[in-house]
């Protein structure tokens, strides 16, 4: 890996340490929290505040990067041309104010639309899953295993039980009998979080009907560098610069999802 890439990477680890300890100490404050597009959709002013420091730590050691964050302190970004940080400051907001955990920070460096860094940090358990392109991923300094096929049968699916009830995205009926079929389902309610999960064979497929680009740009680096698929839930490639469906999977099992249960 190039120099800069290197150097890029330990500033991420560093940043991503230190913006954990911040969020750990507001645990004993009062949080404010505000909703955004709909009642559930909740931000508080630590996810304005992690982000922000982010956002000072790369403009002033890397100005010629852009960034793109939720919260919307980042750059407009209509194209993947040159280095584009992709940042998520809390995936798991409801988490992070109503319990405290199974929340995460998700960052994803891409080059000219090409994902080369991806970190998910979860911060209550001190367990950084991090990927380098074409170097593996590891949890904390331990390498992730190569994600090895898998059948239905067997395979814990992580998915909200939204999507098997009446929505706006998807008939029910679709993936119900995915549901009946598998070991066992979860969900978890950090996406980044849940693709971590996969990366670390903790969890065999996740899948969503709508994610946003900082949602899943750190764990799609992860996901891809273990040998998993990572794509939209009709098996296309994701866009990063719109909202998508996401179906991250390992492989044998992502193939036999959608030919047996997927269709539009
Ligand atoms: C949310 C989480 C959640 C997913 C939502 C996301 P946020 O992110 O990833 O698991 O189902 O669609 O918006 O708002 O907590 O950063
Ligand atoms: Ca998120
Ligand atoms: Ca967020």
Same mark, same amino acid.
């Given at each position: 890996?190039?120099?800069k890439?290197?150097?890029?990477?330990e500033?991420?680890?560093?940043?991503?340490?230190?913006?954990?300890?911040?969020i750990?100490?507001?645990?004993?404050?009062?949080?404010?929290?505000?909703?955004?597009?709909?009642?559930?959709?909740?931000?508080?002013?630590?996810?304005?505040?992690?982000?922000?420091?982010?956002?000072?730590?790369?403009?002033?050691?890397?100005?010629?990067?852009?960034?793109?964050?939720?919260?919307?302190?980042?750059d407009?970004?209509?194209?993947?041309?040159?280095?584009?940080?992709?940042?998520?400051?809390?995936?798991g907001?409801?988490?992070?104010?109503?319990?405290?955990?199974?929340?995460?920070?998700?960052?994803?460096?891409f080059?000219?639309?090409?994902?080369?860094?991806g970190?998910?940090?979860?911060?209550?358990?001190?367990? +950084?899953?991090?990927?380098?392109? %074409?170097?593996?991923?590891? !949890?904390?300094?331990? $390498? *992730?295993?190569? =994600?090895?096929?898998? /059948?239905?049968?067997?395979?814990?699916?992580?998915?909200?039980?939204?999507?098997?009830?009446?929505?706006?995205?998807?008939?029910?009926?679709?993936?119900?009998?995915?549901?009946?079929?598998?070991?066992?389902?979860?969900?978890?309610?950090?996406?980044?979080?849940?693709?971590?999960?996969?990366?670390?064979?903790?969890?065999?497929a996740?899948?969503?009907?709508?994610?946003?680009?900082w949602?899943?740009?750190?764990?799609?680096? +992860?996901?891809q560098?273990?040998? %998993?698929?990572?794509?939209? !839930?009709?098996?296309? $490639? *994701?866009?990063? =610069?719109?909202?998508? /469906?996401?179906?991250?999977?390992?492989?044998?099992?992502?193939?036999?999802?959608?030919q047996?249960?997927?269709?539009?």
């Open positions: 890996m190039q120099e890439w290197k150097e890029i990477d500033c991420i680890r560093q940043w991503i340490k230190e913006a954990g300890t911040r750990l100490a507001t645990f004993d404050k009062k949080l404010t929290i505000e909703t955004k597009s709909h009642r559930n959709d909740l931000v508080t002013n630590v996810d304005r505040e992690v982000e922000q420091f982010f956002i000072e730590k790369i403009r002033k050691t890397f100005p010629g990067h852009h960034v793109l964050g939720e919260e919307g302190f980042g407009e970004i209509a194209t993947l041309q040159g280095i584009v940080w992709i940042i998520d400051p809390i995936d907001t409801m988490n992070f104010i109503h319990q405290k955990r199974n929340f995460a920070i998700s960052i994803g460096v080059e000219n639309g090409v994902g080369v860094l970190y998910v940090y979860d911060v209550v358990h001190d367990e +950084l899953y991090a990927a380098r392109k %074409g170097e593996g991923a590891f !949890l904390n300094d331990q $390498p *992730l295993a190569r =994600l090895e096929p898998v /059948s239905v049968s067997e395979a814990i699916i992580s998915l909200n039980a939204t999507w098997i009830t009446e929505n706006k995205r998807i008939d029910p009926n679709v993936l119900a009998p995915l549901v009946k079929d598998a070991r066992g389902t979860r969900s978890y309610g950090s996406a980044a979080l849940e693709m971590a999960y996969v990366a670390a064979g903790r969890l065999d996740y899948i969503t009907m709508r994610l946003s680009p949602d899943f740009a750190g764990g799609l680096v +992860l996901v560098e273990v040998g %998993g698929i990572v794509t939209n !839930l009709y098996g296309e $490639p *994701l866009n990063l =610069l719109t909202k998508n /469906s996401v179906f991250v999977s390992k492989p044998g099992l992502h193939e036999e999802i959608l047996k249960y997927i269709h539009r």
